[in-house]
């Protein structure tokens, strides 16, 4: 199937308020342009300096959101062109992508990234940190970011009972930063998770924003 025949099989099975954000690292500005021509506008990077290079070439209408890892000294560079960074990790990235919003005159969105995989390599804020946090608020006073909501990634595993069980806890700790915490905030409506391979487990718990790559775009070129 053709880039275009994925976007359209993908966004069909897509609940009413369910987006889909295209994961087009590693492949190629023509790439992006197939699934932009079929009328894809939201799309995910994870890499900066790819971002970066790729970001000018294509359409200003594009939403850019950034779900990879964020070196604090990466951040400028991709200022110019980011909508939304989902992988908010720390306090110290949060108020750093606040300081480089105001200088650029810009306003993020921002996810603050939950870590529930059982991998010690994937990054995020535990449910007691990310609650902690808020509790001594930590997430109030950010002149040029407002945060959307929360995104995680599940255990790469095939016991898709694991996944479902954290894509729960990322459903739950959600609820609680929203009622608790952001009730004054409408825009904190936003839960991503869910790659292709577990995409519609991640629905099922709530998931606003699907991140897929693979299925739309085939193996990565590079």
């Known amino acids: 199937m053709s880039i275009a025949q994925n976007i359209q099989r993908i966004t069909a099975q897509l609940p009413e308020g369910v987006k889909l954000v295209a994961v087009s690292k590693f492949h190629p500005a023509e790439k992006i342009m197939e699934a932009y021509n079929a009328g894809q506008r939201l799309f ?10 790729k970001a000018p070439q294509l359409p200003a209408d594009i939403e ?17 062109w980011v909508s939304t ?14 300081k480089e919003a105001a200088r650029n005159n810009r ?18 804020f535990t449910t007691n940190e990310v609650l902690k946090a808020a509790d001594e608020g930590a997430f109030e006073n950010l002149t040029n ?5 929360v995104m995680a ?4 595993t095939d016991d898709m009972e694991q996944v479902a069980s954290e894509f729960e806890q990322v459903h739950n700790t959600f609820l609680t930063l929203r009622d608790k915490h952001f009730a004054n905030n409408p825009a904190f409506k936003e839960i991503s998770m869910g790659m292709s391979d577990d995409w519609n487990i991640a629905v099922q718990h ?15 070129e590079y």
Do not use: C, Y
């Open 85 to 98: 960074i989902q992988s908010i990790d720390s306090i110290e990235l949060l108020q750093l992508v606040n």
């Open 153 to 156: 990634m599940a255990t790469f």
């Open 206 to 220: 709530g998931a606003t924003l699907v991140r897929i790559g693979t299925d739309i775009f085939g193996a990565r």
């Open 107 to 124: 306003h993020i969105n921002v996810l603050l990234q939950l870590h529930v995989a059982k991998e010690q390599t994937k990054s995020g």
């Open 64 to 80: 850019w959101h950034f779900i990879g890892h964020l070196q604090k000294n990466k951040v400028r560079m991709i200022m110019p």
């Open 44 to 53: 995910g990077e994870n890499r900066a300096q790819e971002f970066a290079a």
């Open 145 to 149: 970011v407002t945060i959307t909501g």
